[in-house]
């Protein structure tokens, strides 16, 4: 019996099958017919379509879905520049492990390879972007293309897949059933012998420490990794995607976070360490150049993906499983009355008091802006743990990286692999769409903001209620402050003034601006009070930046 659905309609329902909640993107002819079916289908299970500003944005919000919840979002484009504008979000989505489904519309099949209009070889384009890139060649293969780039994207390595899908394709009409709901892709716990030999070398070694990585930051690991500290007293570091990893009842073990600059105190302490157990880490996030150098203690890599090996990173012993199954192991089998050494917890103790020190701000001089902690201090003064905190890149990045406290696992979001401009915003709306009802901050650079601003009208259309902060020096700062300590002075690096109170009220959103230290309290409270977007302008004195960069904390463990 013939059927009268076409190739958009069975893309729906493909995916419906895999639970898809929205579709972001930007309309156009060679996908209008799925955006005819998104927007006019009569199932209530059919993803809400999010028209977005810009295709680069639609992925990022995409890629957002992706990292929240470990399940991929899906992001829709027309042709030939909407293609075209995905590659740096799919870039950003496939380096740090953001499951993110891409769908490109194609010119008809007969104008492939011919100079028409928006036609690019799109599926060549961006197979350096993404894990997978196919162009499905029939309207039958449409709903199996979908389910394959579906358990792709969220098989370890996580990433971006992406979809070529010419113009008669999704008009042309279906006759397969579409492919029902995908299985996760499970791997196996690791063996008696290899659970054996990890206690044998935690047992031994003086200053076991958990080096908690990206994939440390999935819920089922950062669960298992908690149930592992209930029993036995290990540091923590965290790296900037590991961030939340450690619990506010686990704060005795957290011992900062790594990530760009060799010079804080979980480096360290990695550096002292006889044993670092690496779980989940990636070095896209932080090489092993900067952390593995001049150790003379043993790695245990424990990861669902296998490591790359390099002359700066090579584990004693890797091992290649279910993460958060293989850590439930290990805790199960070590010993209940297994504990460091008084004289380690005591220098412990001295370290950690070190790092809470640093993270005091110094007496206000609003001459030059608010001081980069007296911020830190009033945010974090205003957010709960179950505040998501999205953190775009610049020289403010940094000190939240160092300084912010956060204690559930993706809640506090940064770019560390790719370094993303524009990011903040984009998975900002990606948290308020999966989190009603939970505070979401974006924080941003006065450089940065403004490469996904424009989303601010599609964060008042949705009523999303965000907390912007817009970091406000005039420079790319984080290049000004590198550039200065290289070279002595910086280059290329200025911009003109953004009234963004004005900006944001040209939206329908409302705006704050903080000029002084002690109106951050009441100017934030403000804005988490605020039903909608809101962005606050705050002026920021980076002078000591140069701490960032070059300050070496005493090895008190020495």
Do not use: C
């Amino acid at each position: 019996m013939p059927t009268t659905k076409n190739g958009a309609q069975a893309l729906i329902q493909s995916m419906i099958n895999q639970g898809i909640k929205y579709v972001f993107g930007i309309p156009g002819a060679k996908v209008d017919q799925l955006f005819e079916s998104l927007q006019y289908s009569q199932d209530p299970r059919t993803p809400k379509l999010v028209v977005t500003r810009h295709e680069q944005n639609a992925a990022l919000i995409a890629a957002g879905i992706g990292r929240l919840t470990g399940k991929p979002g899906v992001v829709a484009t027309t042709s030939g520049p909407g293609v075209s504008n995905l590659a740096t979000s799919l870039i950003t989505a496939t380096a740090e492990g953001d499951p993110v489904i891409a769908l490109g519309g194609q010119v008809p099949q007969d104008d492939l390879g011919r100079l028409t209009h928006q036609s690019i070889p799109s599926q060549e384009l961006l197979a350096t972007a993404t894990k997978s890139s196919v162009e499905v060649q029939h309207a039958d293969n449409l709903s199996e293309a979908f389910a394959n780039a579906y358990r792709l994207a969220q098989a370890p390595k996580a990433g971006a897949t992406f979809l070529s899908l010419p113009q008669n394709v999704l008009s042309a009409p279906v006759e397969r059933p579409e492919i029902g709901t995908v299985s996760p892709v499970q791997q196996g716990v690791a063996d008696e012998a290899t659970l054996t030999a990890m206690v044998d070398q935690i047992k031994a070694a003086k200053l076991p420490v958990i080096l908690a990585g990206m994939r440390a930051s999935a819920s089922d690991v950062t669960a298992a990794i908690r149930r592992l500290l209930d029993q036995v007293d290990l540091p923590v570091v965290e790296t900037f995607q590991g961030a939340g990893v450690v619990s506010h009842a686990g704060e005795d073990n957290y011992f900062g976070r790594v990530g760009l600059f060799h010079n804080q105190i979980g480096d360290n302490l990695l550096k002292r360490s006889d044993l670092v157990i690496a779980i989940g880490y990636d070095p896209v996030e932080y090489e092993a150049r900067l952390w593995n150098v001049d150790r003379h203690g043993a790695v245990i890599n424990l990861d669902s993906v296998v490591p790359e090996i390099s002359t700066d990173y090579q584990p004693e012993m890797v091992i290649h499983a279910d993460i958060a199954k293989t850590v439930d192991a290990l805790t199960a089998k070590l010993p209940t009355e297994w504990a460091l050494p008084a004289s380690v917890h005591d220098d412990l103790a001295e370290l950690r008091h070190a790092f809470s020190q640093q993270a005091v701000a110094p007496t206000a001089d609003d001459s030059h802006g608010i001081h980069p902690l007296a911020i830190i201090q009033a945010l974090q003064a205003q957010v709960t743990d179950e505040t998501t905190v999205a953190v775009d890149v610049g020289s403010f990045y940094i000190w939240l990286a160092r300084y912010f406290r956060s204690y559930q696992p993706r809640h506090l979001l940064f770019s560390n692999g790719m370094q993303t401009l524009g990011v903040a915003l984009p998975w900002a709306m990606a948290a308020a769409l999966e989190r009603p009802g939970q505070p979401v901050v974006s924080v941003s650079g006065d450089g940065g903001f403004l490469f996904s601003g424009q989303e601010l009208e599609t964060a008042v259309r949705l009523k999303l209620p965000i907390v912007q902060l817009i970091w406000d020096d005039g420079h790319y700062d984080m290049v000004r402050f590198q550039e200065i300590a290289k070279y002595g002075h910086d280059a290329g690096v200025d911009f003109g003034p953004v009234d963004y109170v004005k900006y944001a009220e040209s939206f329908g959103a409302k705006g704050l601006r903080v000029t002084q230290t002690d109106q951050l309290a009441s100017k934030l409270a403000e804005a988490f009070q605020t039903s909608g977007p809101v962005i606050v302008q705050i002026p920021v004195d980076y002078r000591d930046n140069q701490q960032l960069k070059s300050q070496l904390l005493t090895d008190v463990l020495n």
